[in-house]
C-alpha cells in the first residue's frame, strides 16, 4: 500500500495515549469512593473537589492547546509540554492518592484534594493535549492519521 501508515506505526502512536486513559479511567472509577470510604470525606466536599477539576480540565485544554501551537520547534520537537509536563504528572497523581490524614483538618484536606486534583489535571492537558496533537505532524494523508488516531 502506497502512502500508508504500517501497522506498527499505529500501534506504537496508539500506546502514547494508554497513560491518560488509564489515570482517568482510574480516577473516574475510584476517586470517589476512595474519597468518601477511606478519607470518609462529605459527599458535598467530595462533589465539589470533582465538579472543580472537571471544570479547571476544561480551562487548561484549550489554554494547553494555545501554549502548543505558539511554540516554536527546538532539537528535541515542538510538542515539548508532553515530555516536560510527564513527571509533575506523575507525582500530582501520587498525591491524589495520599491524603496527610491526622496533620489537617478537614478544609485543609478538602484543599490539598482540590490542589493536587487541579494540578494533576493540568499536567494531564500538558501530556494529552500535545499527544493528540501529534496527529497533525504524522505528514500522511488524512485517512491515515484517521487510522492511526483510531488505534
Known amino acids: 500500500k502506497q502512502g500508508g501508515f504500517p ?8 500506546v502514547g495515549g ?8 482510574a480516577l473516574n472509577i475510584s476517586l470517589q469512593i476512595f474519597l468518601l470510604d477511606v478519607v470518609q470525606m462529605k459527599a ?5 473537589i470533582l465538579f472543580v477539576s472537571r471544570a479547571w480540565d476544561a480551562v487548561t485544554d484549550p489554554l494547553v492547546g494555545y501554549l502548543v501551537s505558539r511554540s516554536k520547534w527546538t532539537p528535541i520537537g515542538k510538542l515539548t509540554p508532553l515530555l516536560l509536563s510527564t513527571p509533575f504528572g506523575v507525582l500530582s497523581y501520587v498525591l491524589v492518592w495520599s491524603v496527610p490524614a491526622g496533620s489537617m483538618s478537614e478544609a485543609g484536606g478538602v484543599l490539598w484534594l482540590l490542589v493536587t486534583t487541579c494540578l494533576f489535571e493540568t499536567f494531564m492537558s500538558c501530556y494529552n493535549v500535545p499527544y493528540l496533537s501529534l496527529s497533525m505532524f504524522l505528514g500522511a494523508p488524512k485517512k491515515d492519521r484517521d487510522s492511526a488516531t483510531a488505534y
Do not use: N
Open 18 to 25: 494508554i497513560p491518560y486513559q488509564m489515570t482517568t479511567a
Open 44 to 48: 458535598f466536599y467530595v462533589s465539589l
Open 7 to 14: 501497522l506498527v506505526r499505529k500501534v506504537f502512536y496508539a
